[in-house]
């Protein structure tokens, strides 16, 4: 049964970067189209900010497009999104998943605050 753990969030001034980090545990995660999404203080819903397939191939959200970038490593188990030029917009908590989604795969999430 696979388990997600995010981790690598934190404060940030705006213009600055940070890289986070979800490593799945159990089986298929390889075969696997992951994502990242993200769910804002009072957000409804959770967003989808970017996805990567097991072939590499990614695709972004446009507000993250150029700043964000996704990666997976097979071998490690684990997803990355490397997020650079933050803005206070992308202050949230962002979560890793599958695409789509399962719900009983929601982990804790990682908080990103972005603020001067």
């Known amino acids: 049964q696979v388990q997600l753990v995010e981790s690598g969030g934190g404060l940030v001034q705006p213009g600055g970067s940070l890289r986070l980090s979800c490593k799945a545990s159990g089986s298929a995660f390889s075969q696997s189209t992951m994502g990242w999404y993200r769910q804002r203080l009072g957000g409804e819903q959770r967003e989808l900010v970017a996805t990567i397939t097991n072939s590499g191939d990614s695709s972004y959200r446009d507000s993250v497009l150029d700043r964000f970038t996704i990666s997976k490593n097979n071998t490690q188990n684990t997803v990355t999104l490397q997020m650079n030029n933050l803005k206070p917009e992308d202050t949230a908590v962002y979560y890793c998943?599958?695409?789509?989604?399962?719900?009983?795969?929601w982990g804790q999430g990682t908080q990103v605050t972005v603020s001067s």
């Open positions: 998943n599958t695409y789509p989604y399962r719900v009983r795969l």
